[in-house]
């Protein structure tokens, strides 16, 4: 039963459900010392947190009669493809190892290495075209953005 | 001073060479990244946002004036030219416009939106120049139910108006009121909804928000359903356009513009409906030539929404410069471009900072007319932008994202934020729901709640308060009617009127 009526855009409406009860739970721990007339620091968190209660009850009902959003269309979408949970975990991978990373690497090889990794797993044919350009990338905004423009990127262990 | 010598002083101080190269950078990186598929006027603002902060506070508005109309230059050119749906408020465009180009007429149909953008953004600007000291004038008695009342408008209008699904408008609402409470409490210094992390505290940096559900966003959702066939890139040579053109161009562009520019200027208004309304309104104005080629590539059809489009860019700025009220995703990242600088647009802008103000409106002329220069001859420059292969454009939007997000405070606990919104756009965009309402609520949200507090304080607790002045009491009842859009668009559909166009910028 559930099964057959388990759509993923239920998830989404879950997850708005679970944030407005979390909302509200999480405001009972603010200590309410200055909430005599009901205007403390509780009342708008509670305000928002109880209308997401009560958007996600709707979000859910709607989704289980059968409502649904239409994938937002884009210049480089197929809308009418299957996810590709892929490529998604792939990009999700290598952002997150770009994150953990940045500061041990640095700017130049962290971001190239980024976008490298990226390029790939988005198709890039040309392997060797792909790392050029990546290098490039890595050091023209290092170059750019902290000669430049003064912003304060990790030099990483291979400082420069 | 009347408002037509503060544009002067405005203009004086706008035209220094210095503020005249900011114009140039902000115009040419605004229709450069506007440009690039996938990437619409709202993301054009978010990603640039950080390379302001570098620069002082004029001079950064004076460059943040050029890229919103860069972006919206940029992104006609998209539509035209690639055969793609793109972003809502220039996908009318698209509709004629491609056509268009397919039959060869690319030059003409890039020239029309250019020159149409160019009039309507100088008319509409004037008309800011107008509506603005007026609007003031009338805000300045506002009291904060009034203000309060003003947010809540714009909460449901844009939750309402710009989806399909009021509940989908709603949920992203409610995500982006939920992102903007995390933080320490502004009145009483308590941390609220922090889970205990202290990078928390601060609250989440609306440039990782926007970014992140823009930008990262996109680039996921891209990455799951790449469309793997090569870009289809209609070749232009210059844009120009001859007689004929010109006859049936000018009254379009008019019309465009007097539709763009209140409906920019009223909450949940956006360029989505003016651009479908002026669609609609040439299709049947078409006679002759016009109506035979209407649905095969007519110039009118291209005219018209382009001028609507940019007219209502500049209708936006009127109640965000005024009241401080954003009524469209690039709006209320510009208001956040304010805020990083301390500054929150109202009335009381226009009195302190008079030069800065002035010095934005004198340079939004200055811009349009750099975007005029710029974009009739470099039309094939921007057509060989549109062939960058899409690995290497995407990957670049994440690798600038990063580096936009990395250098706020310089910490990696941002880029992991940054990666849980771009989820969150991720799945906002595989199941249709809207991102502006959530990039309003977010940016509006702390706003609205020191209102409803200051309101409160003063009715010592008294909810009446809150409609007890007229003007928050109809605000109010407008906010209410807005919800029930849904039920009027039954009545349209029933009575055979086609439903409004759905909308995300």
Request: glycine share 12%; net charge neutral; aromatic share 8%.
């Given at each position: 039963?559930?099964?057959?009526?388990?759509r993923?855009e239920l998830?989404?409406a879950v997850?708005?459900?679970v944030?407005?009860?979390?909302?509200?739970?999480g405001?009972?721990?603010?200590?309410?010392?200055?909430?005599?007339?009901?205007?403390g620091?509780?009342?708008f968190?509670?305000?928002?947190g109880?209308?997401m209660?009560?958007?996600?009850?709707?979000?859910?009902?709607?989704?289980?009669?059968?409502?649904h959003?239409?994938?937002?269309?884009s210049?480089?979408?197929?809308?009418?493809?299957?996810?590709?949970?892929?490529?998604l975990?792939?990009?999700?991978?290598i952002?997150?190892?770009?994150a953990a990373?940045l500061d041990?690497?640095?700017?130049?090889?962290?971001?190239?290495?980024?976008?490298?990794?990226?390029?790939?797993?988005l198709?890039?044919?040309h392997?060797?075209?792909a790392?050029?350009?990546?290098?490039?990338?890595?050091?023209?905004?290092?170059?750019?953005?902290?000669?430049g423009?003064g912003?304060?990127?990790?030099?990483?262990?291979?400082?420069? | 001073m009347?408002?037509f010598?503060?544009l002067l002083?405005?203009?004086a101080?706008?035209?220094?060479?210095v503020?005249?190269?900011?114009?140039?950078?902000?115009?040419?990186l605004?229709?450069?990244?506007g440009?690039?598929?996938g990437?619409?006027?709202?993301?054009?603002?978010?990603?640039?946002?950080?390379?302001?902060?570098?620069?002082?506070?004029?001079s950064a508005?004076?460059m943040?004036?050029?890229?919103?109309?860069?972006g919206?230059?940029?992104?006609s050119?998209?539509s035209?030219?690639l055969n793609?749906?793109?972003?809502?408020?220039?996908?009318?465009?698209a509709l004629e416009?491609?056509?268009?180009a397919?039959?060869?007429r690319?030059a003409?149909?890039?020239?029309t939106?250019?020159?149409?953008?160019?009039?309507a953004?100088?008319?509409?600007?004037?008309?800011?120049?107008?509506?603005a000291?007026?609007?003031?004038?009338?805000?300045i008695?506002?009291?904060?139910e009034?203000?309060?009342?003003?947010a809540?408008?714009?909460?449901?209008?844009?939750?309402?108006?710009?989806?399909?699904?009021?509940?989908r408008?709603?949920?992203?609402?409610?995500l982006?009121?939920v992102?903007g409470?995390?933080?320490?409490d502004?009145q009483t210094?308590?941390?609220?909804?922090?889970?205990?992390?202290?990078?928390?505290?601060?609250?989440?940096?609306?440039?990782?928000?926007?970014?992140?559900l823009?930008?990262?966003g996109?680039?996921?959702?891209v990455?799951?359903?790449?469309?793997?066939?090569?870009p289809?890139?209609?070749p232009?040579?210059?844009?120009w356009?001859?007689?004929?053109?010109?006859?049936r161009?000018?009254?379009?562009?008019l019309r465009?513009?007097?539709?763009?520019?209140?409906f920019g200027?009223?909450?949940?208004?956006?360029?989505e409906?003016?651009?479908?309304?002026s669609?609609?309104a040439?299709?049947?104005?078409?006679r002759?030539?016009a109506?035979?080629?209407?649905?095969?590539g007519?110039?009118?059809?291209?005219?018209g929404p382009?001028a609507?489009n940019?007219?209502?860019?500049?209708?936006?700025?009127v109640?965000?410069?005024?009241l401080?009220?954003?009524?469209?995703?690039?709006?209320?990242?510009?208001l956040?471009a304010?805020?990083?600088?301390?500054l929150q647009?109202?009335?009381q802008?226009?009195?302190?900072?008079?030069?800065?103000?002035?010095?934005?409106i004198?340079?939004?002329?200055i811009?349009?007319?750099m975007?005029l220069?710029?974009?009739?001859?470099?039309?094939p420059?921007?057509?060989?932008?549109?062939?960058?292969?899409?690995?290497y454009?995407y990957?670049?939007?994440?690798?600038?994202?990063?580096?936009?997000?990395?250098a706020?405070n310089?910490?990696?606990v941002d880029?992991?934020?940054?990666?849980?919104?771009?989820?969150?756009g991720?799945?906002?965009?595989?199941?249709?729901?809207p991102?502006?309402?959530?990039v309003?609520g977010?940016?509006?949200?702390p706003m609205?709640?020191i209102q409803?507090?200051?309101?409160?304080a003063?009715?010592?607790?008294?909810?009446?308060?809150?409609?007890?002045?007229?003007?928050a009491a109809?605000l109010?009842?407008?906010?209410a009617l807005?919800?029930?859009?849904?039920?009027?668009r039954?009545?349209?559909a029933?009575?055979?009127?086609?439903p409004a166009?759905?909308?995300?910028?």
């Amino acid at each position: 039963m559930i099964g057959r009526r388990w759509r993923p855009e239920l998830g989404l409406a879950v997850v708005v459900l679970v944030l407005g009860v979390l909302v509200v739970v999480g405001t009972l721990e603010v200590s309410a010392a200055a909430s005599q007339l009901g205007i403390g620091p509780r009342f708008f968190p509670m305000l928002v947190g109880g209308a997401m209660v009560l958007i996600g009850l709707f979000y859910v009902a709607d989704v289980l009669r059968g409502g649904h959003g239409d994938p937002e269309e884009s210049e480089d979408v197929d809308a009418a493809a299957p996810t590709d949970w892929r490529s998604l975990a792939l990009v999700s991978g290598i952002f997150l190892a770009f994150a953990a990373l940045l500061d041990l690497l640095g700017w130049i090889v962290g971001a190239s290495l980024l976008f490298f990794g990226l390029s790939v797993a988005l198709g890039a044919e040309h392997r060797l075209r792909a790392a050029v350009i990546a290098v490039v990338m890595g050091v023209a905004t290092y170059l750019l953005f902290v000669n430049g423009l003064g912003v304060n990127l990790p030099n990483g262990v291979f400082a420069l | 001073m009347t408002s037509f010598q503060l544009l002067l002083d405005g203009f004086a101080a706008a035209l220094t060479p210095v503020n005249l190269l900011y114009a140039l950078i902000g115009v040419t990186l605004g229709t450069l990244v506007g440009v690039l598929p996938g990437i619409g006027p709202a993301m054009t603002v978010a990603l640039l946002l950080p390379i302001t902060f570098t620069v002082p506070p004029a001079s950064a508005f004076i460059m943040f004036a050029g890229i919103y109309y860069g972006g919206m230059y940029g992104g006609s050119t998209t539509s035209i030219l690639l055969n793609t749906p793109g972003e809502s408020s220039s996908m009318i465009t698209a509709l004629e416009g491609n056509k268009m180009a397919r039959r060869g007429r690319a030059a003409q149909a890039l020239a029309t939106a250019a020159i149409g953008s160019f009039v309507a953004g100088t008319i509409a600007t004037a008309l800011l120049v107008v509506a603005a000291p007026a609007v003031v004038s009338f805000a300045i008695a506002f009291g904060p139910e009034d203000y309060f009342a003003l947010a809540v408008l714009a909460f449901t209008a844009v939750s309402s108006v710009l989806s399909r699904s009021v509940v989908r408008g709603l949920a992203s609402l409610g995500l982006g009121l939920v992102i903007g409470l995390i933080g320490i409490d502004q009145q009483t210094g308590q941390a609220r909804l922090t889970l205990g992390i202290p990078q928390l505290l601060d609250g989440i940096d609306v440039v990782i928000v926007a970014v992140g559900l823009f930008a990262l966003g996109e680039a996921l959702y891209v990455a799951s359903r790449l469309r793997h066939a090569p870009p289809e890139v209609v070749p232009v040579g210059r844009a120009w356009m001859g007689r004929s053109d010109w006859r049936r161009s000018w009254l379009p562009w008019l019309r465009g513009t007097a539709l763009g520019f209140p409906f920019g200027a009223l909450p949940g208004g956006g360029a989505e409906i003016p651009t479908f309304l002026s669609y609609a309104a040439e299709k049947r104005l078409a006679r002759g030539v016009a109506r035979e080629e209407y649905g095969k590539g007519a110039i009118e059809g291209v005219a018209g929404p382009e001028a609507a489009n940019n007219a209502s860019a500049a209708g936006t700025l009127v109640p965000l410069l005024t009241l401080g009220l954003p009524t469209s995703a690039t709006a209320a990242i510009l208001l956040a471009a304010f805020q990083q600088y301390g500054l929150q647009p109202g009335p009381q802008l226009f009195d302190h900072n008079p030069a800065l103000v002035w010095g934005m409106i004198a340079s939004l002329f200055i811009g349009n007319a750099m975007l005029l220069v710029l974009n009739l001859p470099m039309a094939p420059l921007w057509a060989r932008v549109l062939r960058v292969p899409r690995p290497y454009l995407y990957a670049g939007i994440v690798l600038f994202a990063a580096l936009g997000v990395y250098a706020l405070n310089g910490t990696v606990v941002d880029l992991f934020v940054l990666y849980v919104l771009g989820l969150l756009g991720f799945a906002m965009r595989r199941f249709g729901l809207p991102v502006a309402p959530a990039v309003i609520g977010m940016i509006l949200g702390p706003m609205a709640e020191i209102q409803l507090r200051r309101a409160l304080a003063i009715g010592a607790g008294d909810v009446s308060v809150l409609v007890r002045s007229p003007i928050a009491a109809v605000l109010l009842a407008l906010s209410a009617l807005a919800l029930l859009t849904p039920l009027f668009r039954k009545l349209l559909a029933r009575r055979g009127l086609a439903p409004a166009p759905r909308g995300e910028d």
